[in-house]
């Protein structure tokens, strides 16, 4: 059975300092998703990785799959406040619609 | 341009109570998905429609839960009988291809079962 974990759980972290949230995930996959999501809303995508060694960038965050470790990165630089939100990796197969989802990091950005 | 919708927003149901909740995708997707998420947890696959085929439901917890897309756009999430257990937020995403690389999210539907 497919399992998605992603750590840590909860994330408080300063503006402007850098951090990395991990999503480490059970069996072969070759997909890797991460979602935003703000409270009370829906989820957003944020990057979708195809392939082993696949990194993708958009603004102050940064994706990478390492398909033979079975991870996958979420790198955050600089952060601000509007970044806070929880951030879930999902991770699928090209064969299986089915897409297993991560726990979700909730990250606070505080001045 | 108009994306995924899902009414109603917002549920009450006494326990033991039928619900129906309904899903329009964006206009011309092929393929859409269901997801139930707990509160503080990640979504969970409940179900996955390719047109007006169901071909995946095996993430239904049990026979109560009953999903249908007849004509290949709006679907719509049946529970029967709400159990406590059956509270929370309702997702459904749409998506152009027939697999989970692009998929856009709906507002969710919050279920209470009192």
């Known amino acids: 059975e497919l399992k998605v974990e992603q750590n840590p759980l909860f994330l408080s972290m300063q503006e402007g300092k850098n951090y990395t949230i991990y999503c480490n995930y059970s069996?072969?996959?070759?997909?890797l998703y991460w979602y935003r999501q703000d409270p009370g809303k829906s989820l957003e995508s944020l990057f979708v990785?195809?392939?082993?060694?696949a990194v993708k960038q958009e603004g102050r965050l940064m994706a990478s799959l390492d398909t033979k470790a079975r991870l996958s990165t979420l790198h955050i630089t600089a952060a601000v406040h509007d970044l806070s939100a929880t951030y879930f990796c999902?991770?699928?197969?090209?064969?299986?619609?089915?897409?297993?989802f991560g726990a979700g990091t909730r990250l606070t950005v505080k001045p | 341009g108009a994306g995924v919708s899902q009414s109603p927003r917002y549920k009450v149901a006494k326990r033991g109570q039928d619900v129906a909740l309904r899903c329009d995708p964006i206009?011309?997707?092929?393929?859409l998905f269901w997801y139930q998420q707990a509160l503080g947890q990640g979504p969970e696959f409940l179900t996955y429609?390719?047109?007006?085929?169901?071909?995946?439901k095996s993430g239904l917890p049990s026979d109560r839960f009953f999903a249908e897309r007849p004509e290949g756009s709006v679907s719509t999430l049946k529970i029967q009988r709400t159990q406590q257990e059956d509270s929370a937020v309702y997702l459904c995403?749409?998506?152009?291809?027939?697999?989970?690389?692009?998929?856009?999210f709906g507002p969710g539907t919050r279920l209470t079962v009192l």
């Open positions: 429609f390719q047109n007006e085929a169901q071909l995946d």
């Open positions: 069996t072969t996959s070759d997909r």
């Open positions: 990785l195809l392939s082993n060694g």
């Open positions: 995403a749409s998506g152009p291809t027939g697999n989970t690389d692009t998929q856009y």
């Open positions: 999902a991770v699928g197969t090209w064969n299986n619609n089915d897409m297993r």
């Open positions: 206009s011309g997707h092929v393929s």
